[in-house]
């Protein structure tokens, strides 16, 4: 149980465009999904905090026009880097709290993103 | 804000030995979770800890729960080559988002 996906696994783009990461809760609904981001050999840097039916709540330094996050359902949210710059390249992982349990989060696989 | 000092920032082990980390926080957490990270992959959840004092076991990994609420370990015995990764120490305070430590890089000779 608590299988969180991440779809794509990795994705390349060109800089100015627009990419959408998906993360789901494959078997338990999460009113609570987290959205990180990881530099190499670097710990998790937390963006923004996406709750189901509002807004998400960033963190500070993180431009919420830039990272679009929507959780429209329980088991789905969508983390979208707009006009995207190559130092935007880096490895996004989500995270989602079973409303159920206290406060473990499981984590995604990552999406490793390029911008070129 | 919050911050976790995890120690130590890499290990060197021969195959067989046991292995501690830990971590320390200047102020409390209400609860602490040890998580497992392979290259290129999300961090997997290995112990959560919800009580001070607690010592809680997953097969050869065993983590506690400091007495003081600042401190968390993680100990790894008859260590084997599947154990390789990065370990991150996690705490939750008052909200319900994760400080993470650093992480601690485990390199198991064979």
């Known amino acids: 149980g608590a299988v969180v996906s991440q779809h794509p696994s990795r994705v390349i783009c060109k800089s100015g465009t627009s990419v959408k990461i998906e993360c789901r809760s494959l078997?338990?609904?999460?009113?609570?999904m987290f959205w990180y981001r990881q530099f190499p050999k670097k710990s998790l840097m937390l963006m923004a905090t996406s709750n189901e039916g509002s807004k998400a709540t960033y963190e500070q330094g993180v431009e919420k026009d830039k990272f679009l996050i929507n959780h429209a359902s329980l088991t789905l949210s969508t983390l979208t880097v707009t006009s995207a710059h190559p130092e935007d390249s880096s490895f996004y992982i989500c995270?989602?709290?079973?409303?159920?349990?206290?406060?473990?989060?499981?984590f995604g696989p990552g999406t490793r993103l390029t911008v070129t | 804000g919050q911050q976790l000092n995890q120690s130590p920032q890499s290990m060197f082990i021969q195959e067989g030995e046991d292995v501690s980390m830990n971590c320390t926080s200047s102020?409390?957490?209400?609860?602490w979770l040890w998580y497992k990270q392979d290259p290129g992959e999300g961090p997997v959840l290995l112990i959560a800890?919800?009580?001070?004092?607690e010592l809680t076991s997953n097969g050869r990994l065993t983590a506690q729960f400091g007495i003081t609420r600042k401190d968390s370990f993680l100990n790894i015995s008859a260590s084997i080559p599947s154990d390789v990764g990065i370990y991150f120490c996690a705490g939750q305070g008052g909200s319900e988002k994760l400080v993470f430590g650093k992480g601690t890089k485990l390199t198991v000779n064979p």
């Open positions: 102020s409390i957490f209400n609860t």
């Open positions: 995270s989602a709290r079973d409303r159920t349990s206290s406060y473990e989060q499981y």
């Open positions: 078997d338990f609904q999460a009113t609570t």
């Open positions: 800890l919800y009580k001070a004092g």
